[in-house]
Structures are given as structure tokens and as C-alpha cells.
């Protein structure tokens, strides 16, 4: 069974499951329909839920997971009269490069750049961003570059943009093993065994990023198709890769990672938030709480709630999301 057939039947058993109860549901829920768009670099494909005229949520999921992340936040945002927007990441579900011959570049610029491109595809001035990992440092991007595209920011872990000047600076022996991944990704070796073995490693990681999180098999198969795109292993070993400085900015980009590089404020308002059981390197609230130089909130899920916030919490991330919205 190939990528789209897996999606097929996915969103088959969601509609079995709407029909006759979930008792009759071989699968969890997912998103029945995935539109595309062509926006930017790619053709990216997302979930667009909720009333066309209603304020825009734009969520950005994270590394190694996908959009059903957010499969119990839409229903609550929509509830309140949100349209809902949420993209595979480049390297994700069906968003692919239109140019076959395009580096598969997975520099933070780049993915802040999708975001954008993505408004402008549909048409959209303004949005609230909220996400988790890649999401919330590429939200924080987009909220620091183009503030004036952000109405508001949710953030977990908080101001997540960095640079390669940064990249380079060496951590505490005990802050360096949680990154060891990182290393890996850096060595041919561990290029050759994400793209061997990324389905074990990214359910690895899902175990490590929150230890106390009971996910079934059938809940990571679900997300795990997405890993199936055939440039996530290559946009993943880039982002890190870049992140060490080993790999040298797209030159459309640098300009963008110039200005990162000074790392900006950002003025939107905001929440953060942190699992009390985030297994996962992140920083301390303290620490960046002065990044955020408007409205500001932080909020911590307690309960043992881990690094994918909006799946394991998902009723406190849609209510933070409604509430970065009115500060």
C-alpha cells in the first residue's frame, strides 16, 4: 500500500467512524480532506477547516510528527468560529517541491518562508500562529520577520529562533546528550540510517520527547505515513545540519538568517507554553520571557504532558490559542 492509498483509507475509517461510532473505527481519526495549493517553492498540502470568513489559525506542527497533531485542536477551534489552517511541513504528507532539481533546504529561513508563501496562496493578511518544535520556532520566525502578518503567537518552549554563530557555541555535557541526534544527523552514518530506519527513529523520539504519554501504534501509524514523503529525510538531516553549520544558507535565505542571527524580538502577543514532562531539550520560561516585548502570557500544562503538546493537551492548546487572540 503506497503514501496516498494509506491516506485513503485513513480518511475512510474516519468516515466509517462518523457513520457507526467509533467502536467501528479500525484507525484513530484523522483529517478527512487534504487540499493543495501551489505556494512559494511547493505545493503543499493542508487541512482548511472551519468557516472561510472566520479569523484565521494557521497550526504548524513539528519534527518528527505531522498535522494530526492538532486532529482534537480544529474541532475546538472551530467550534468558536475559527477557520483553521494546517500545512504539512515541506518533507511532510503531500506537500512536495515544485522543482525536482530544488535543494531539499531544511534551514529555519526556509520553512518561516513557506508560511508566508502560504498566506499569500490563500489570500490571507493576517493570521494567529500556533505551534510546537519545528512549528514554533518556524511561528516565531514568521512573528519576529512579519509581524505584521501575525494577529498573535502560541509558542511552545517559547523563542526557539537561533543561528549558526549559536550553533557553534559548545552546552553543559548533560544539555549536549539530550541534542545527540543532532550528531548523528551530522555524520553520513546517520544520514544513511534516517533514511534506512526514520519510522523507529521518529517513534524513538516520540518515547524520549514525552516519557509519559501512552500513545498506541495505530496513533503513531497515523502520523508515521507522513514520514513516508519522499524529502523528509533529506529536509530533516539539512535542518540540522545547518544548524551546526554545515551546510551554508540558500543564498534567497540569508538575508532572512542575517536578521535572525541578531535574534530579534517579537512584538505580537503571546503565549507560551511548557509540558510539565517535556522529555525534549527546551529552554527555561525565564529565560526568554524578555524576547517577547508585547502582550505575554506563559502557561505551563501540568499532568504529564510532554514535548507534542497540542496532542497530548489538546483542550489547554486550543484555549491558549483562543486567548493569545484576546490579549
Excluded at 490563500?122 to 512549528?135: C, E, F, N, R, S
Excluded at 518515547?207 to 501504534?217: E, I, N, R, T, V
Excluded at 505551563?300 to 510532554?306: K, Y
Aim: glycine share 8%; no cysteine.
Amino acid at each position: 500500500m503506497n503514501t496516498t492509498q494509506r491516506q485513503f483509507a485513513a480518511a475512510t475509517a474516519f468516515a466509517l467512524a462518523a457513520l457507526f461510532g467509533p467502536a467501528q473505527a479500525a484507525t484513530p481519526a484523522t483529517f478527512p480532506v487534504i487540499k493543495q495549493i501551489n505556494a512559494g517553492d511547493l505545493n503543499v498540502g493542508y487541512v482548511d477547516a472551519g468557516p472561510a470568513t472566520g479569523p484565521v489559525v494557521i497550526l504548524l506542527h513539528g519534527w518528527p510528527y505531522d498535522i494530526n497533531s492538532f486532529v482534537d485542536v480544529v474541532p475546538k477551534l472551530t467550534a468558536q468560529g475559527y477557520r483553521v489552517i494546517v500545512p504539512h511541513l515541506r518533507g511532510y504528507g503531500t506537500t512536495r517541491f515544485l522543482d525536482p532539481q530544488a535543494r531539499r533546504n531544511g534551514e529555519p529561513a526556509a520553512l518561516g518562508a513557506d508560511v508566508v508563501a502560504l498566506m499569500d496562496a490563500l489570500k490571507i493578511d493576517q493570521a494567529t500562529l500556533a505551534g510546537y518544535d519545528w512549528g514554533a520556532r518556524t511561528a516565531d520566525i514568521v512573528a519576529a520577520l512579519w509581524p505584521e502578518r501575525v494577529n498573535a503567537l502560541v509558542s511552545v518552549s517559547g523563542y526557539l529562533i537561533g543561528s549558526q554563530e549559536a550553533g557553534k557555541q559548545p552546552l553543559p555535557p548533560a544539555a549536549e546528550l539530550q541534542w545527540w541526534y543532532q550528531f548523528y544527523f551530522a555524520t553520513e552514518r546517520g544520514r544513511v540510517g534516517y533514511e534506512k530506519n526514520y519510522r523507529d527513529f521518529a517513534k524513538l523520539i516520540w518515547k524520549l520527547a514525552s516519557p509519559q504519554w501512552q500513545f498506541d501504534d495505530a496513533t503513531y501509524e497515523r502520523s508515521a505515513l507522513s514520514l513516508d514523503n519522499p524529502d523528509h529525510a533529506a529536509v530533516t538531516v539539512s535542518n540540522y545540519r545547518w544548524r551546526l553549520g554545515l551546510e551554508q544558507s540558500e543564498a534567497k535565505y540569508a538575508a532572512l538568517e542575517d536578521k535572525l542571527a541578531r535574534l530579534p524580538n517579537i512584538s505580537v502577543p503571546t503565549i507560551t507554553m511548557e509540558g510539565d514532562a517535556n522529555g525534549a531539550p527546551h529552554p527555561e520560561p525565564a529565560s526568554y520571557a524578555k524576547r517577547f516585548t508585547g502582550k505575554y502570557q506563559h502557561v505551563t500544562v501540568a499532568g504529564g504532558a510532554g514535548h507534542n503538546l497540542p496532542q497530548e493537551a489538546p483542550e489547554a492548546f486550543a484555549q491558549a490559542v483562543i486567548d493569545a487572540g484576546k490579549l
